[in-house]
Structures are given as C-alpha cells and as structure tokens.
C-alpha cells in the first residue's frame, strides 16, 4: 500500500512540474512583436477613421476622431477640449488648434498608431523597431511573462504580471494583438486599455473600447460609434508645424 501511495504521489508531483513547466515558458519579446506585425497585416489596412463616444462622464457625452493611417500616422480630434487636435507622425507630435499646433517635447503618451498602423510587410524589421521604441519607454524587452486580464491570458512586455509600477505592454495570448500599455511620460503614468475585440471593427482587429488613464484615474472611456476602412486619407490630415 506504501509503495502504491509514493508512487502515486511521485506522478502527481510529476505532472505538476511538467504544467509549471509548461506555464512558466514564454516566448520572447522579439518573437511576439514579429507576430504583432503579422496580426497587423493580415487586416491589410492602409487607413481608418474611427469615430468614438466618451463616456467617462455620465452627463455629457464627447466625440472623439481617430485617423489613422499606415505608417504610424495618428490624427485625434478631441471634442472634449473645443476641437483640440493631436497628430503623431512616425514618433513625432504636436497638439493645439489648426494652425497653432506646437510640437511636443516628451515621448507620446501612448502607443496606439505604433502597435495599430505598423510600418510594413517585414515583420523581422518591424519587430526590431518596435522593440527600440519599447526601449524609448524604458520597458525591459528581456522580461516577458505570462499573466491573466478576467478571461483572456496576456503576454507581458516589461514585467512580472505583479509589478504594476515598470512600464509595460500587454498582447493577447490568441491573437497577438495589444491588450494595455502602461507607460511613464513626463513623471506621469498612463494606462491604455484597449478592450471588445469582437464589436463592429472586429473585422479589422480594432478593438470597440478604449480606457484611458492617467495616474490611477479614469480619463477617458471611448466607446466605438462609427468605423470606415481604406479611403486614402489625404497626408495633410497629419502634417506637423512647418510641413
């Protein structure tokens, strides 16, 4: 009985090292942002406008544009701050109104138009990029782990799915796509959920809900209320000051 007992208790610790074993492999930083890049293409998109609702505040409610245009081209236009406008372009930004657009001297705030509208079709390219911007943010690309966002399991870029307080990135463990930044700029942190993937841009892998946060606190909840795909959005959308 004795013998059947310790045999039965050494498969049992056999079979938990081998799933630990199992859950504590996590493929590298360089391996995912090349299968971002592929997730990205096969949508084969060169451009959106996408048209959000702010619903952060239950009284009155925001529009919100969002052009986006391949390669890493970002127009917001912000009806919450009297038409603010915003325009990222391959890393660099500026903000204010027409024509009295300033640049901005800190990193961007955010990585949307970097992880949504990638460069190109090499995704070996676009995975080194892509880790050298992650580098700009101070995100330790060697620490990669595997964490749990309610049903779905994440990749995470940048640390340990503990640490809360390193900036990071979150991918989806299914399809690759982004889950969440968290990022310090300027001595501030900002959290970037992106949440519904399977809403009306499902078919363009956009996800139909954005949160925003800045130090802990909700700013922004973006809820998708329009979408169109591929209208060759003119370049002067995204010109910065003196273009």
């Known amino acids: 009985m004795r013998l059947f007992q310790s045999r039965y208790i050494f498969v049992v610790l056999l079979i938990g090292l081998s799933a630990s074993a199992a859950w504590a492999y996590v493929l590298p930083a360089e391996y995912l942002l090349k299968e971002l890049s592929l997730a990205r293409q096969k949508y084969r998109l060169s451009d959106m406008r996408l048209e959000f609702t702010d619903t952060e505040s239950q009284e009155q409610k925001f529009k919100e544009l969002l052009y986006l245009k391949v390669p890493e081209r970002l127009r917001w236009v912000s ?3 009297g038409e603010a406008i915003y325009v990222e372009k391959e890393g660099k930004s500026a903000q204010g109104e027409t024509k009295k657009m300033k640049f901005q001297s ?3 705030n ?7 509208m990638v460069k190109g079709e090499k995704s070996e390219e676009d995975a080194a990029y892509l880790k050298r911007v992650l580098s700009l943010y101070d995100i330790d690309t060697e ?5 749990r966002d309610g049903n779905y399991i994440v990749y995470i870029i940048g640390a340990r799915p503990w640490e809360k307080d ?6 989806l463990k299914k399809n690759f796509l982004p889950r969440r930044t968290i990022l310090k700029v300027d001595g501030d942190w900002f959290d970037m959920r992106y949440l519904n993937y399977g809403g009306i841009a499902q078919s363009v892998g956009f996800p139909e809900t954005i949160e925003v946060y800045r130090n ?8 998708m209320a329009d979408m169109r795909t591929n209208e060759k959005l003119p370049e002067t959308l995204f010109l910065l000051p003196g273009e």
């Open 216 to 223: 802990g606190t909700l700013n922004q909840r973006l809820e």
């Open 110 to 116: 955010q990585l949307l138009a970097r992880l949504m």
């Open 79 to 81: 009806g919450r701050d």
């Open 143 to 147: 620490t990669v782990s595997l964490g």
């Open 166 to 171: 390193k900036p990071q990135i979150w991918l």
């Open 106 to 108: 800190e990193l961007p």
